[in-house]
């Protein structure tokens, strides 16, 4: 069966400082992969989507960037992170096409 | 882009009573999937759901796509519950399958 790891679960940043959030997926190949974020109390917002490796799509202009160096691997960046970029950060896939997503626990990023 | 309204925003219930969601969106979709956000942040599939209906124990779902509305049905409503539930879609003529959120359903069940 699938799975799908995101790491870490917690992390408190100071701004301006780097950001590297990893995700894995277990159990399939070539996978689309979706990272979303959640402002506190709020629904989902698409940030980018990759259909292949080194393919990335971005939803919303922003401080942040994605990339997928392997199949399974999806990694979301900052060079320098803003208070806004507070929030829930989750992982996704889905099989190609129009296909069910499948979201990872996600991690909470805390800027201070 | 398409729109997704879900209602009612909060809703309280006392445990083993029913209670129905709605999820209405604005354009022809693919792919509808209802999720539950526990209090730990996991979001939990429920349904994936673009027509029809669907049973999972205690839990329905019906989508009638061409009326652009679908219902998440709750029976027997326990404590485990409680969470936030979100619709997500994605628009028919969209690229893979990618899923605007409704903004969800507090549902706070009480023992």
């Known amino acids: 069966s699938q799975t799908i790891h995101q790491w870490p679960a917690t992390l408190v940043q100071p701004v301006g400082s780097p950001l590297s959030l990893e995700c894995t997926v277990e159990g399939t190949s070539n996978p689309n992969l979706y990272w979303y974020r959640q402002a506190a109390g709020r629904g989902l917002q698409l940030l980018f989507y990759s259909v292949g490796i080194g393919q990335i799509s971005s939803e919303v202009p922003q401080n942040l960037s994605a990339s997928r160096p392997q199949d399974r691997q999806f990694i979301l960046s900052s060079k320098k992170l803003l208070l806004s970029d507070s929030g829930f950060y989750l992982c996704a896939w889905s099989k190609q096409g129009y296909q069910p997503q499948h979201f990872g626990d996600g991690t909470r990023l805390s800027i201070l | 882009g398409i729109q997704v309204e879900q209602s009612p925003p909060d809703l309280i219930l006392q445990e083993g009573a029913n209670s129905t969601l709605r999820c209405n969106f604005s354009?022809?979709?693919?792919?509808l999937q209802w999720f539950h956000q526990n209090p730990w942040g996991q979001l939990i599939n429920l349904f994936y759901?673009?027509?029809g209906t669907k049973q999972n124990g205690r839990l329905s779902a019906t989508t009638v796509a061409t009326e652009r509305y679908s219902l998440l049905y709750i029976s027997s409503s326990q404590t485990t519950d409680s969470g936030v539930y979100f619709c997500?879609?994605?628009?028919?003529?969209?690229?893979?399958?990618?899923?605007?959120f409704g903004k969800g359903i507090t549902l706070s069940v009480r023992p």
């Open positions: 997500a879609v994605a628009a028919y003529t969209g690229a893979n399958s990618k899923l605007t």
């Open positions: 354009d022809s979709v693919n792919n």
């Open positions: 759901i673009p027509s």
